[in-house]
């Protein structure tokens, strides 16, 4: 059986491929909390940051969300000079995501709960932000 | 009263995983448990920049060293709704025959692996010989026994022949057989119940607060499965989750087992209802934009983001996996509880580190 199911050799007929869209809200990272806490009283649970590098400048911060298995996700754009405030005192269960993405992307979080200080993953020694594509140096707080 | 720091782990005769607690005691009481990973973080995210949307299916099986089918379904289903692609209706059934498969196998390690944990031997003995079955059933059909490779963009790359669905079937009878034979020694034995009921209680409220996922929620009587998204052929099948209320390591237990037996049902379910035809569509293209998708893993909600820009190559994959979302619940478990019940508390969530680090 042929394995590759994706070929430029391949005589299959084509599937149009228009752009997948996400639906995200794109909020200010001033109004975040506010916007949490309200799905919060609206019943939302939450699902994970996911953090997306953009460029030399920025990344994008996206916020999942879950009710009644409809999901729902908000997304900040990120300066990476500047900190991000964390949403750990509302979500205790951000803690983790938010020290993987300071580890991952040296975006550093204000207000974390419980801050590894960039050793969730990586040793001392460590210096780069390794799932960063444009630059790999990090922040310092 | 003074209090002392232990260590848990990252060795630790109940961990097959390394994971390290940093527990704060009073006496013989927890008062704090702080998580610590990074034991075996492996960056598999970051290999979707060097490596193509196809050999990515093999890299995201091994994400997990259990549940590496229901892995690559979820990536194949992201990148088929990004590409417009719909697997045809038997590949659609198959993916469900073995996922069912995989949660088969994966709660029978986890019941065997609980069971030594509190010294019960003999059934962890059974549990694994059980299991074994649904082993064999793997490598008959899919050539391997845990890393089975079977899905491809657009669908499966392996079929089942009439005579293999009868074997399946038969074997399945055997396991259920076997589990029902040790039902009331799981849901009844007193040395079970007193090392799990009433032990690492997380309410509903705390477990819906702090995400909790898989049979730690519905453990928590929060009905919440991602197998009711209906996809795959899941839509076509009679399904409604298991759900305790109690909370405890006893209820995650009980949900585990009552699962299996219903995977038992689903994968029937599916065979029955194997429809004739193809098993791939095929396409061309590559995907372009941003996607979700998610599927009930045997430990939880798998959840994995896709940002692609139309070369052969995802710009950004992120997989949310149901062991890390359990973490801030399992540190919300352990105050209060005796250092004694730890080891059992922790096993309850089944956690996978390989998974929870990537």
Known sequence: ?141 | MSKTIIPFGPQHPVLPEPIHLSLTLEDEIVVEALPALGYVHRGLEKLCEIRDINQMIQVVERVCGICSKIHAQCFCLGLEKMMNVEPPPRAEYLRVVWSELHRIHSHLLWLGLFADSFGFEALFYQLWKIRERVMDINEATAGNRVIISVNVLGGVRRDLSAEQVRWITSQLNMVEQELKDLQSTILDDYTIRSRTVGKGILTREKAYELGAVGPTLRGSGVAQDCRQLGSSALKHLEFQPVVEQDGDSFARNKVRFLETLQSISLVRQALKGLPKGEIKTKFKGSPEGEAVSRVEQPRGELFYYFKANGTKNLERLRIRTPTFANIPPLAAMLPGIELADVPVIVLSIDPCISCTER
Not at chain 1, 26 to 49: H, N, P, W
Not at chain 1, 72 to 99: C, G, M, T, W, Y
């Open chain 1, 1 to 141: 059986m042929d394995e590759k199911t994706y070929s430029e050799n391949s005589a299959d007929k084509p599937v149009e491929q228009p752009k997948a869209v996400l639906e995200t809200r794109q909020i200010q990272a001033g109004s975040l909390k506010g916007e949490i806490l309200l799905l919060k009283d609206q019943g939302y649970r939450f699902v994970t940051i996911t953090c997306v590098d953009l460029d030399q400048e920025s990344v994008d911060l996206i916020y999942t969300f879950d009710r009644g298995l409809e999901m729902v996700h908000l997304r900040i754009r990120q300066p990476k000079a500047e900190s991000a405030p964390s949403v750990s005192d509302i979500l205790f269960a951000a803690f983790l995501v938010e020290n993987e993405i300071q580890d991952q992307f040296g975006i550093c979080f204000d207000g974390l709960v419980l801050d590894f200080q960039n050793r969730l993953y990586l040793e001392e020694e460590v210096a780069r932000t390794p799932f960063c594509r444009y630059n790999v140096t990090r922040n310092s707080k």
